[in-house]
C-alpha cells in the first residue's frame, strides 16, 4: 500500500472489506440511496469524483449510471463519528437515483401497517436498461 493510500486506514470497513455509503443530493439534503464500498471503490470515487460502490450481488466494482446515464458526481465526502459510514454529497445526474426509474430508493413509506409507494417512477427502468 503507498503512503498516499493512508487516509483509508481511518474507515473502520467490515471484516469484508466495505463500509455503508449515503448517496445524498448536494442540491436538497434528499437522502438517494444507499450501497456498498470497498477500498478500491472509494479510491475511485476520489479519482473520478463519481461515485464508485461494491455490488454484493455482482461481486464487483460498479460506477454509478455506468448502464443508466445517471451518474452521480460527488461534491464532497464525509465520514462519520464512528469513521463507519461513508457520507456522499452528490449531484444526481437525470433526477434519477433509483433503479426502478424514481429520484430515490426511498419511495416506500410505513403507513398503517403496510408499506406504500409515495413516489413516482421518473422513467420506465426498461427505457433506462437496454438488456
Not at 493512508?6 to 448536494?26: M, R
Not at 438517494?32 to 461481486?59: D, I, P
Request: proline residues 2%; negative net charge.
Amino acid at each position: 500500500m503507498s503512503v498516499s493510500d493512508n487516509w483509508l486506514n481511518k474507515v473502520n470497513w467490515t471484516e469484508d472489506g466495505l463500509v455503508p455509503a449515503i448517496a445524498q443530493d448536494a442540491g436538497n439534503g434528499d437522502v438517494l440511496m444507499v450501497a456498498w464500498m470497498n477500498r478500491e471503490a472509494l479510491k475511485r470515487t476520489v479519482a473520478t469524483s463519481e461515485a464508485v460502490y461494491w455490488s454484493r450481488s455482482r461481486k464487483k466494482l460498479w460506477h454509478k449510471g455506468e448502464e443508466s446515464g445517471h451518474v452521480q458526481k460527488v461534491k464532497e465526502i464525509r465520514l462519520d463519528c464512528d469513521e463507519d459510514v461513508i457520507l456522499l454529497k452528490v449531484e444526481q445526474v437525470g433526477g434519477i437515483a433509483c433503479h426502478t426509474g424514481r429520484h430515490d430508493c426511498f419511495f416506500q413509506k410505513y403507513e398503517n401497517g403496510q408499506w406504500v409507494t409515495t413516489e413516482p417512477v421518473l422513467k420506465d427502468p426498461a427505457e433506462i436498461y437496454h438488456k
